[in-house]
């Protein structure tokens, strides 16, 4: 899977398997601007990513609990996500995500 | 012994000491970041001790905060096991319980604090319990496993105390709570949630008891057998939890002439301590907090506010201008139900509610000078959300704009973009 971090235009492509959700895939890889740090308890939107898009056959629903929180986030896009709730499964590979830039 | 040196030490590997390793990882210098542990093990999350681990495996296994490959690539050295006792500030050096010295450019101090006791007859016996680290919960959880413990006193109404209690109850002990303030939650929240959250408690079967002291313990040989209340009460006990807040872990920073006391090593902005080149994160440093009502120093205790500091402390240390102050936030779940608070509430001169208490889900507004200072929510997760930018941004509200419930409080963009 890929996330493109807008702050510095870099690309990196990060072997998802061993861990749980995206956020934990991030914040192992340091990757800029996903901190995680509630843990995963959407109390804090700061695994907030952009979906680029989604490979065929992997699907995860946004709860209600995360769509208020998305409501508040910097830089809200139609494919924002929080990346604590996106599950790694084996669809994930082609997954492509963007970090938004501070502002 | 051998010395080393580093450019940047820091000492505790909790929550803020690994946010702040992280972040200067790469940036430090040549002699790069030594991250310094007194618990063995990898660096794991605190808040689930009390919550998921308290209920799960008798064995509690914990939430790493990064996996053993992440320190096996990490360019910071990651050492557990090791306890700092002392700092020489002139020489620029710390000593370790192991007799090491070692050398310091930049030295930040994360230590949290280690679990206050009463100070009580009778503290010491076995079966009394607190729970700061992973070490006590593992105590009380093998205590528990004998299935011996069936009556249990948790002595403090605060977060850490009700999650105990809560625990405790869902693993079908019988629970007696004992506060000695008039309600629960008396330093962080207002008497309209500190009444639900009784209210929830006393359902779900807690004995709780307010306005009462505990004072002393009762001994069946070397261990605990009740508690003996002020006005004379015994409650039998199997197990008893302190919970009565934690204590600073700064005597070897003061010892070395940090401005602070034992509330506290006194930090400004930038995290930086009274002494060249160390600063101070976390649980254990106290700083002026534009958030209370009069913006005096105090030390804030959440996972939010180590992340904080440790941000300041890494803009500090790469020197870059500090970030726009951020209102402080707390949760606290107990049988499931979501405690979410933004802002301090204390100093307030207005509280509304929103919602009914008996719903289970309602959210109390605290004002100062018509503006909101804080919000407390319980299972309202976008009263939440909204509520962090209308707290940052001193929101004025009307009374409409708050009373009504089934109408969203308004969505402001989060502090630091722009408002036109
Ligand atoms: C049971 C419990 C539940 C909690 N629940 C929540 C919650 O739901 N939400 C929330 O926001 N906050 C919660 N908190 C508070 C939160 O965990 C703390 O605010 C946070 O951990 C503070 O981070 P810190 O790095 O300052 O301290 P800590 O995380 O306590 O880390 C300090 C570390 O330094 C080590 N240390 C101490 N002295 C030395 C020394 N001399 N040398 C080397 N190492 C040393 C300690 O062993 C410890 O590992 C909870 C706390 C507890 C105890
Ligand atoms: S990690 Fe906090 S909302 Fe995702």
């Known amino acids: 899977m890929t996330f493109t971090v807008e702050e510095t235009g870099r690309e990196l492509v990060l072997d998802a398997s061993g861990h749980a959700t995206l956020m934990q895939v991030a914040v192992e890889a340091d990757v800029p601007g996903i901190v995680g740090e509630c843990g995963g308890e959407m109390t804090c939107g700061t695994c907030h990513v952009h979906v680029e898009s ?35 499964t084996p669809a994930v590979a082609g997954l492509r995500l963007r970090v938004p830039a501070p502002s | 012994m051998s010395t080393h040196r580093a450019d940047v030490v820091v000492v505790g590997a909790g929550h803020a000491g690994v946010q702040l390793a992280v972040a200067l990882a790469t940036s430090a210098g040549p002699r790069g970041v030594l991250l310094l542990g007194a618990e063995s093990g990898l660096p794991y999350e605190r808040p689930p001790l009390t919550k998921k681990l308290l209920v799960g495996s008798d064995q509690p296994v914990p939430v790493p905060l990064r996996s053993a490959a992440y320190w096996d690539r990490s360019p910071v050295t990651l050492r557990t096991g090791t306890r700092v006792v002392s700092v020489d500030p002139d020489a620029r050096t710390v000593g370790t319980d192991a007799g090491e010295t070692i050398g310091y450019r930049d030295l930040v101090w994360a230590t949290g604090g280690r679990a206050a006791r009463c100070g009580l007859p009778g ?4 079966g009394v319990h607190s729970i700061r680290d992973l ?12 299935g011996a413990a069936a009556r249990a006193v948790v002595v403090g109404g605060g977060y850490v105390g009700l999650e105990v209690a809560a625990g405790l109850r869902q693993l079908g002990l019988a629970v007696t709570l004992v506060e000695v303030a008039p309600r629960l939650l008396a330093r962080v929240t207002g008497t309209v949630v500190s009444a639900a959250f009784t209210a929830l408690h006393r359902r779900r079967g807690v004995d709780v008891r307010l306005g009462t002291a505990v004072t002393r313990l009762r ?49 400004d902005e930038q995290c930086r301590t009274s002494l060249p080149g160390v600063l101070a994160v976390g649980d254990c440093a106290r700083q002026a907090n534009p958030w209370s009502a009069t913006g005096a ?16 402390a890494a803009r500090a240390l790469t020197g870059r201008l500090p970030a726009g102050p951020v209102p402080p936030r707390f949760w606290s779940t107990q049988y499931g139900v979501e405690l979410r608070t933004v802002g301090l509430s204390a100093g307030d001169d207005e509280q509304v509610l929103r919602g009914d208490p008996a719903t289970g ?4 507004a605290y004002l100062r000078g018509g503006r909101l200072a804080a919000l407390d929510t319980v299972d309202r997760p976008r009263d939440f959300a909204r509520g962090q930018a209308l707290v940052a941004a001193a929101w004025q509200p009307t009374r409409a704009e708050l009373i009504d419930p089934d109408t969203d409080l308004p969505r402001l963009q989060p502090a630091g973009t722009s408002v036109t």
């Open chain 2, 361 to 364: 889900s309602f959210s109390v």
């Open chain 2, 123 to 126: 503290e010491d016996l076995r």
């Open chain 2, 135 to 146: 070490a006590d919960l593992t105590a009380l959880r093998r205590q528990l496993a004998g």
């Open chain 2, 219 to 267: 001994a069946d040989g070397d261990r605990v057998a009740g508690v003996v209340l002020a006005d004379g009460t015994e409650l039998a006990a199997d197990v008893v939890v302190v919970g009565v807040g934690m204590r600073p872990e700064v005597d070897a920073l003061l010892a070395a002439g940090a401005r602070g006391d034992t509330g506290g090593v006194d930090v």
């Open chain 1, 54 to 88: 989604t490979p065929a056959g992997y699907t995860a629903a946004r709860s209600h609990d995360e769509e208020d929180m998305l409501e508040v986030v910097d830089a809200p896009a139609p494919g924002s996500r929080l990346a604590c709730q996106l599950p790694v």
């Open chain 2, 297 to 312: 120093a105090m030390r804030v205790e959440s996972v939010h506010n180590a992340g904080l500091h440790a941000a300041a």
